[in-house]
């Protein structure tokens, strides 16, 4: 009797990107699944996707680079690839059974072979919100704990500056800071963003990035006595804007700079000598630095959650078929909240 063919909507590459991401650099198509049940012997994972992650940093990844990148560029009509929360269909590998569900890198489509599932995470509080995984409980929150604690290093008291603040990682680092006891300052493309940080994040002040004039006096106003740490997401005029209003030992933890990523030719900082006279400290990290503390960090913010310490804001678009207009909404600050796709609800 013949196998039932399974279908499998994915979402691919469809040409290199130059200049600001479209949907029409990407394309949604159906094939074949893989096949359901790992074969003997391998120690594979099938997966059905539950949730995937929409993250700036795959902007990178979709333009080609004669110079490798710190990850590999996408493949021209290969499925894109990100975090991802997934349930386990088959397994061969002796740490996974059918039924779990995990995080971790996966395809943007309905079901995905892992031929490294020593990469997944088991989720260990499924009785929170398991698309908490793409966001707070998974990569973002890995980030803004690491990057927070391991290379900010905060002391109470201290002035903290989050440049787009309500993305996903901004949002946990307000939180995280507010819980150190510092003064927490965020910057955000719109009026509505700009409130929800003071109102439901509990940020002390914020400021629309796009009505001010002038980056540094606007900084200087939120900051009259200057910056102790400085979480950058933005880079170019922003960091600029900064150098100048840091204290003496400040601290950069650069984890991202959204506003390069589109640019076909980055901008210059300028203010650089204030890393000088200033006698700073500018950090940059990845998410993969942290991965030895993730169950840790986990019971942390699980916890924090639990007990109405943090909050989290989510923007999910459903089906695959929605995914490219998803990813380009993180460049045009349209989106509120952590941005993913709702693949299967489960």
């Known amino acids: 009797m013949a196998a039932t063919v399974v279908s499998n ?17 990407m394309e949604v198509v159906t094939v074949e699944a893989p096949p359901l049940a790992v074969p003997a012997g391998s120690k594979t994972v099938v997966v059905k996707n539950l949730y995937i992650s929409c993250d700036p940093y795959m902007r990178n990844r979709m333009t080609y680079h004669e110079e490798p990148s710190y990850v590999p560029d996408f493949v021209l009509g290969e499925v894109l690839v990100n975090f991802g929360v997934m349930k386990v269909i088959s397994s061969g590998h002796q740490d996974f059974k059918a039924g779990d569900l995990v995080w971790g890198i996966t395809g943007w489509e309905e079901y995905t072979v892992i031929n490294n599932p020593e990469t997944l995470f088991k989720i260990n509080h499924p009785e929170l919100p398991l698309s908490y995984y793409t966001g707070i409980l998974g990569m ?15 002391k109470k008291g201290e002035y903290v500056f989050i440049s787009s603040a309500f993305g996903a990682v901004g949002q946990i680092v307000g939180q995280l800071a507010k819980i150190t006891g510092c003064y927490v300052v965020g910057s955000a493309g719109s009026d ?48 600029d804007a900064v150098l100048p209003n840091m204290r003496v030992a400040g601290r950069i933890a650069a984890c991202g700079m959204i506003s390069q990523y589109n640019l076909e030719q980055p901008e210059g900082v300028y203010n650089t000598i204030c890393i000088v006279t200033k ?68």
């Open 192 to 239: 509505e963003k700009v409130n929800l940080l003071k109102t439901k994040f509990g940020f002390d002040d914020a400021f629309n990035y796009k009505k001010e004039l002038d980056l540094e006096a606007a900084l200087k106003r939120c900051f009259p006595d200057g910056i102790d740490i400085y979480f950058e997401n933005v880079g170019g005029a922003m960091l």
């Open 279 to 346: 006698r700073l400290r500018m950090q940059g990290f990845l998410v993969f630095d942290f991965y030895d503390k993730y169950y840790q960090i986990e019971e942390q913010i699980a916890g924090y959650l639990k007990e109405g310490k943090v909050a989290y804001t989510e923007d999910v678009v459903e089906g695959l078929d929605a995914a490219p207009a998803a990813l380009v909404k993180l460049f045009t600050s349209s989106s509120i909240g952590k941005q993913l796709v709702a693949v299967a609800r489960e």
């Open 140 to 154: 973002p929150g890995l980030t803004a704990f690491g990057g927070f604690f391991e290379v900010a290093k905060p």
């Open 9 to 25: 909507k994915r979402v691919i590459l469809k040409r290199y990107v130059t200049g600001l991401v479209s949907e029409d650099d």
